[in-house]
Nanobody, 122 residues
Framework: QVQLVESGGGLVQAGGSLRLSCVAS????????MAWFRQAPGKEREFVAA???????YYADSVKGRFTISRDDTKNTVYLQVNSLKPEDTAVYYC????????????????WGQGTQVTVSS
């Protein structure tokens, strides 16, 4: 099991940026794909981005070109740089860790953080 703790959310105006962080309780290098999901009010949780243990990345179409996922394995931390934010990006953002390569389904992730709220005002 891996405990995950997210931070970095907040209230930002449309067009603004945030950097979300997720710290893992144990080493994730070489074994875990790390991912970000989000859940907007009244909607299902959806995939945002993932980064494999070999640093390959994959993004949902809705965030390509605006969001960047990265990881620093020396700190057991994964980041999500979110730029050009839109009101529709408002959601709770969750970090997840799993052993499937670049998985995009929630069921493929067995470890989740508690989430961090991102609110984008228009």
């Amino acid at each position: 099991q891996v405990q995950l703790v997210e931070s970095g959310g907040g209230l930002v105006q449309a067009g603004g940026s945030l950097r979300l962080s997720c710290v893992a309780s144990r080493r994730t290098a070489g074994r875990y794909t790390m991912a970000w999901f989000r859940q907007a009010p009244g909607k299902e949780r959806e995939f945002v981005a993932a980064i494999s243990w070999s640093y390959t990345t994959y993004y949902a179409d809705s965030v390509k070109g605006r969001f960047t996922i990265s990881r620093d394995d020396t700190k057991n931390t994964v980041y999500l740089q979110v730029n050009s934010l839109k009101p529709e990006d408002t959601a709770v953002y969750y970090c997840a860790a799993g052993i499937q390569y670049l998985a995009r389904q929630q069921l493929d992730y067995g470890n989740w953080g508690q989430g961090t709220q991102v609110t984008v005002s228009s």
